[in-house]
Every structure is written in C-alpha cells, then in structure tokens.
C-alpha cells in the first residue's frame, strides 16, 4: 500500500528527523534551521523532515498552554515548508519524560513519588525497566483525565499548523507497556488511546494523516499486535534498529538477517492495511560497521519501495551525519542517494550503485502528472546525466523532473558524470 501526495502521487519520504538537540534546549527548539534544511535537501536529496515536539514544551503546566513555545514551533515548521519538504510531527517521548531526565510528558503528569524511585541507567533505554518510570507509564494509561489532557494539547499544536500542509502527525512516540505487557498494551489501550488522538487531530485538521505505532518491542523487529478500527488516513510509523547495532556493539553485515527485520515490519503494515513509513533507524557513528548498515538498510529500504527517517539530523548527536561545524562525516556518503520522490503511476524498482555512480529506477507512468526524483549533489558532486527509455534527456539539478503524457512502462537511469 502506497502513501499518496495531493496529486495523488505515490511519494517516497527520505529525510532525518529534527530535534535530539530540542529535548535538552532551554526553549525546545533545534540548532538545525533553514540553511541547514536547504542543505539536506539538496547535498542530501532528503524531501522530507521529522520534526519532534513534546508536551511538556506544549503544556508547562496543567490547563497553561505556551503559546510562545507553539508559535516557535509552527515557524519551524514553516521554514521546512517553504523549502519544499515534507514535514511529520513526531509528539516526542523518551522515558516517559522530563522527570525522568528525558524529554516527553510534563512532571505534573506523574506524582513525585515515581521519579524519587528511578535512576539513570546506561544504556539509556534499560531506564524503562526503573520501576518508577513503569509506574508512570501505568498511571498514565490508567488515566481517563490525563490521556484527555494529552489529547487536548496534540489538538492545541495541531490546530495551528492545519494551514501548513503537514503530511501526518504521529501521536506517540515508542509507546511502553509499564509493568503490563507488549500485547495488552497494544490490543487493550493503545486502540482506544489512539481513536481518542485521532479525533483531535482530525477535529483540528480534518484532511490531514496520523501515524500510528505498535508497541516499542516492534524497533527490533518483533511483530505488532496493534488492532485498530480506522485505517483510513493512518500510516504505521514503525521504527527500525537491530539490537546490536542500537546497543553500539556492531553490524555484523548480514544483510539477508536485516532485510528479514523489514520483511516483518513490511508484513506488519501489511495486515493493518496502512502505508508503511519507517519514522525512526540510525546508528551511532562510531558503531563498527556503521557505513554498512546504513547502505544496507537504505538498500533494503529501496527494494521494497519504502518511506524512513533518518535518527538524527542534529550535529550533536551520536547518530550524525555532520559535526558541529556541519562538516559531513563519512555516514554522509550512504545517506546521500538518489530515489523517486514522487511518481505519477506505479514504482516498480529502483537500484543505486553508489560505486560506479549509476541510478536506475523502472516505473509505470500514468497518462498525466509529474514524476519527481531526488539527485542530492553529494552523489552526483560533478554533475549527470539522464536516459529516459534510453535517450539523453536532461542534466539536471538535484531535482528531476519528467512529464507523464501517456500510460508505459519507463526506464529512467542517471550516470555521475
């Protein structure tokens, strides 16, 4: 199942998400701005960014929103657009959040007691098994009121940005289980957590998407038993990191292992009948095999014609592509990949040789409409050249775009020049 632009164009999302830096920012807001954007856009060939916001930047306190911080974010939000990219709001959490010394839900959505019972651990992410971060998890789900209260502030954030051209929200990020478990979590409470997001959003912008995610054991590629009623404008916005590679420990280049991990996570959106995005994978750049497992990933993300995000954009986080003089590192050169945008018809395949320099991409067009593809400058740095059906065509830019005037099969391949 493909996810469609406004045209009706199947569109393939390639970006990074936006805001590690902004969980630990006095105001919340990311380094990374519209110079840098254009630069991903164009160095990178990303149409695409994930920008992460967090309730307790959205309501500080109990019924207080900050419209300062929302206006902040919707101008962030605006800079990305205007640069042509598409945009996901991702409503962030890590450990719950900010009593927890993440980023996520406000203090006030926890008692006290719970964040007197944890401490931080190493890795960061074994902080979900700290008892007092399960309870407020548990407190959280519990909660008639809170879920409402959260429900009401994705709606406050969505109601500003309905004029901007979102391409979908998604409503949690990770979502845990406390001390229940995986499958109670996502057949007896997120269902009705999610209907009860949704109709916020929708009550705020009615022609917009939401992203929907199965519980967080799914990152490693355990299936979801997440059910739900309305599939109609929801994508699963699974998240993709093998556990060696997410501990920091290593790729070990088996790529038919990673492409079974996206079989199941394909198979997942697969059975609730969603569009596929891939909203989160990254490995720390100091991984061993880290340029492996991003030029494998991306190529198994190719052959099955999906969407992802890149995890992080932030030149101060570990899962970086540029320092903090953004200055690309050598992960740089596996991110940087030319693909199909959007296409007027069907993709059928699509193949970068990144050695010898050659793109190639078959698809059928239909009889009217535009097909766009991304040629980022960092893969393409002196230039190319286009065959269409095996004639020269055009040396573009880092977009390309073909006009559809019939119904074929087509063949497009790009040469680095």
């Known amino acids: 199942m493909h996810l469609l632009d406004d045209e009706g164009r199947v569109i393939v999302l390639r970006g990074a998400s936006v805001g590690e830096d902004a969980k630990f920012a006095a105001n919340y807001g990311s380094a990374v701005r519209a110079p840098e ?17 967090f309730w307790e930047a959205v309501e500080p306190s109990c019924g207080d929103y900050d419209d300062g ?31 927890f010394g993440m980023a996520g839900a406000p203090h006030w959505a926890a ?4 964040y007197r019972r944890a401490r931080r651990r190493r890795p960061w992410m074994a902080g979900y098994l700290e008892l007092g971060v399960m309870r407020a998890f548990d407190h959280f789900w519990r909660s008639e009121e809170l879920k409402a209260r959260y429900a009401a502030a994705v709606g406050r954030v969505v109601s500003e ?9 998604e409503l949690w990020n990770e ?6 478990t995986p499958y109670s979590l996502e057949r007896e409470v997120l269902p009705s957590f999610y209907e009860r997001v949704t109709a916020a959003v929708f009550a705020a912008d009615p022609g917009t998407r939401v992203g929907l ?43 038919a292992r990673l492409g079974a991990h996206m079989d199941r996570t394909v198979a997942d959106a697969t059975r609730l009948d969603m569009p596929l995005v891939v909203t989160e994978f990254g490995v720390h750049e100091r991984t061993p095999g880290a340029m492996e497992f991003l030029r494998d990933t991306y190529e198994a993300l190719d052959a099955r014609r999906q969407s992802a995000f890149l995890w992080q954009a932030s030149p101060h986080s570990g899962h970086r592509f540029w320092n903090g003089a953004y200055e690309y590192n050598g992960l740089a050169e596996a991110v940087a990949r030319p693909y199909p945008t959007n296409v007027a018809g069907e993709p059928i395949a699509w193949t970068w040789n990144r050695t010898a320099g050659v793109f190639e991409c078959t698809y059928r067009s239909a009889s009217r409409g535009r097909t766009s593809f991304a040629l980022p400058c960092l893969a393409f740095p002196a230039g190319a050249q286009v065959f269409l059906d095996g004639n020269v065509f055009a040396e573009p830019g880092p977009r390309l775009t073909i006009e559809e005037s ?11 020049i």
């Open 37 to 53: 954007l254009r630069r991903m856009r164009d160095e990178l060939g990303m149409n695409a960014v994930r920008m992460l916001t």
């Open 161 to 169: 940005l309905a004029r901007e051209g979102v391409c979908f929200y």
């Open 175 to 180: 979502p845990f289980w406390g001390t229940g």
């Open 213 to 255: 995610a199965g519980a967080v054991h799914t990152n490693i590629g355990m299936s979801t038993a997440l059910a739900v009623r309305d599939r109609s404008r929801a994508v699963y916005a699974a998240h993709f990191y093998p556990p060696a590679v997410e501990l920091g420990l290593r790729y070990d280049g088996d790529g």
């Open 69 to 99: 911080y929302i206006a902040r974010f919707v101008e962030r939000v605006r800079e990305a657009r205007r640069l042509g990219l598409e945009v996901v709001v991702d409503f962030h959490q890590d450990l719950f959040g900010a009593g």
């Open 406 to 416: 019939e119904a074929k099969t087509r063949h497009v391949r790009v040469e680095r």
């Open 111 to 114: 008692p006290d007691d719970f």
